[in-house]
């Protein structure tokens, strides 16, 4: 491994900025986020960067290192080529606050305008039971820790900037986790069409590869949710059957 | 910073604008480059109207070949009333059913809007538009006929099943006895079976239809059984995608080069 490695940072605030390198010693088993630990102890005291845990659960590091939305504290600097100076830079999709540092709140408010768990009648036995298939599917979609850069790389939001009408990748994960859920008994489903904008994602799959959970978002929560939509709100036939079922929502 | 200032973001990218590093290119080129080769090599194919039967085989292109007249029409030539100036080929009749299932499939779809639509070029490069409507409303809004051209598209894979079976027998062209065989072109049709079995009953429309609608798959053991396996098959659905593409425009080469006698179909059995 290289003894040193030069680190563009993106510096500057809401009135400006630019890139600045930064050159700093690197030694075996460090990940991008110790680097700008190094430099803002050594080199840049003012240095901006938000982080918790540094073990990929807080999901408070994330930035765009080398163009590719990443969290930090998760991308070690033998995944990179240190021959070329490495850019680090905030997240494009979201307001800069300063540095490396961005303003995420946009998403608390896209997630209250989800409707939240509501509970099923008990079954006969007064217990609420559920088969663990049924949790399994559901599952996945709790390991999301909100770093939001899935929501940073969405080109619905991050290049037409529809904040207004499309709730992002993020949010359908959630909304999948509640609406799949055995347990839950509220409906998402014409939500999902008309107020979380499901129908501009392109399922292009740029939030399943930065995922740094793994969570399989396109094929397992957008596309499923897509295919409810399409069964809820366009199906001529299923929309007959439950006329003639004398069920629900036609 | 000062407290009033305003949050900011930094300015979208221009098309083709991107801080990665790697070749992110390729990725949208080969996609370019492999579906313009079949799409060409496709489209001519069906327009030929001919070549596409060799002894027991059928082009995949061409079946069922509805009217037509090889011996493995269904319904006879067609009507002499069909007019002049229309081009007739069998592959014209079915071939739209196939064609549809692949630009409504969400795979593809995810595809060509990268590759060909630039929207976006790839995963955080800038693009070219600033308009935007995605699959929302009218025209892609139509996507959502997946799920009935699935239906047609499982009725033309069951036909396919059956020309491999048709390809196991052959005719002696001396005594017109009819013998069971294997040639190269029987395995080529039973591959193509295979792949396109893989990659059709891996469709997320009908994942959705075998358990993925309900929230207690749980429920129905056998529906919960099939949505393991569509599951299963579904997670590699990119690849059968493609491999099942290759197989199908093969199908069709090889039984119009035997059939033009540029290539010899070898029996096994
Ligand atoms: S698959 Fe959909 S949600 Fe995910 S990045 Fe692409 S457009 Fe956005
Ligand atoms: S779904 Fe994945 S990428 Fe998106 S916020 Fe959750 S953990 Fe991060
Ligand atoms: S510091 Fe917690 S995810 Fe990186």
């Not at chain 1, 680190?7 to 900025?17: K, P």
């Not at chain 1, 900037?161 to 709730?167: K, L, Y």
């Not at chain 1, 929560?221 to 079922?245: F, G, M, S, W």
């Amino acid at each position: 491994m290289a003894e040193s490695a030069t680190f563009r940072i993106w510096r500057g605030d809401t009135a400006g900025g630019g890139f600045q390198d930064y050159t700093t010693s690197v030694s075996e088993g460090m990940v991008v986020l110790d680097a700008v630990h190094q430099i803002q102890a050594q080199q840049a005291g003012d240095l901006a960067v938000r982080w918790n845990c540094k073990a990929g659960k807080c999901g408070s590091c994330s930035a765009e290192v080398n163009g590719n939305p990443r969290l930090m504290c998760m991308t070690r600097l033998n995944q990179l080529d240190l021959s070329a100076p490495v850019t680090v830079e905030p997240m494009r999709a979201f307001p800069l606050v300063r540095d490396l540092v961005t303003d995420v709140s946009w998403n608390y408010r896209a997630k209250q305008g989800i409707r939240p768990f509501r509970a099923r009648p008990a079954g006969a036995d007064g217990t609420w039971r559920m088969a663990q298939v049924d949790a399994e599917r559901v599952q996945e979609f709790r390991k999301c820790i909100e770093c939001f850069l899935c929501q940073d790389v969405c080109h619905v939001l991050r290049d037409h900037r529809m904040f207004d009408d499309f709730a992002g990748p993020r949010h359908m994960v959630y909304a999948a986790a509640l609406e799949m859920n055995p347990l839950d008994a509220d409906d998402r489903v014409r939500d999902l069409r008309a107020r979380h904008g499901i129908g501009y994602c392109n399922i292009t799959k740029c939030c399943t590869k930065v995922c740094p959970e793994g969570i399989t978002i396109t094929d397992n929560a957008i596309i499923p949710l897509k295919e409810r939509v399409v069964d809820r709100l366009y199906d001529p036939v299923t929309r007959l059957l439950r006329l003639l079922r004398g069920g629900g929502d036609v | 910073m000062s407290a009033t200032t305003a949050p900011v973001r930094l300015p979208v990218r221009r098309f083709g604008e991107t801080a990665r590093s790697d070749r992110w290119w390729i990725q949208p080129l080969v996609v370019v480059l492999a579906l313009t080769t079949f799409l060409v090599y496709s489209g001519w194919a069906a327009l030929q109207g001919d070549h596409y039967t060799f002894g027991p085989y059928l082009s995949p292109f061409y079946s069922p070949e509805l009217l037509g007249t090889s011996p493995h029409n269904w319904f006879g030539p067609p009507p002499a009333s069909w007019p002049s100036w229309l081009p007739f080929s069998p592959a014209l009749l079915i071939l739209p059913i196939p064609a549809l299932f692949r630009l409504t499939c969400y795979y593809y779809r995810g595809a060509y809007y990268k590759a060909f639509w630039a929207d976006p070029p790839s995963c955080a490069v800038g693009e070219p538009r600033s308009r935007y409507r995605g699959e929302n409303s009218f025209p892609l809004v139509l996507q959502n006929i997946h799920r009935y051209v699935l239906f047609l598209s499982l009725a033309v894979l069951a036909v396919l099943f059956l020309d491999v079976w048709h390809a196991l027998w052959f005719t002696d062209p001396v005594t017109g006895a009819v013998s069971f065989g294997v040639g190269v072109g029987t395995i080529v049709l039973a591959a193509n079976c295979v792949l396109l079995s893989g990659y059709l009953l891996g469709c997320h429309s009908l994942r959705h239809v075998v358990g993925g609608c309900v929230d207690q798959v749980s429920r129905a053991p056998l529906g919960h059984r099939a949505y393991a396996c569509v599951s299963c098959l579904n997670r590699r659905h990119m690849l059968w995608a493609w491999c099942s593409l290759f197989t199908v425009g093969f199908s069709d080469l090889y039984v119009r080069m035997c059939s033009m006698g540029v290539w010899q179909d070898f029996r096994i059995l």
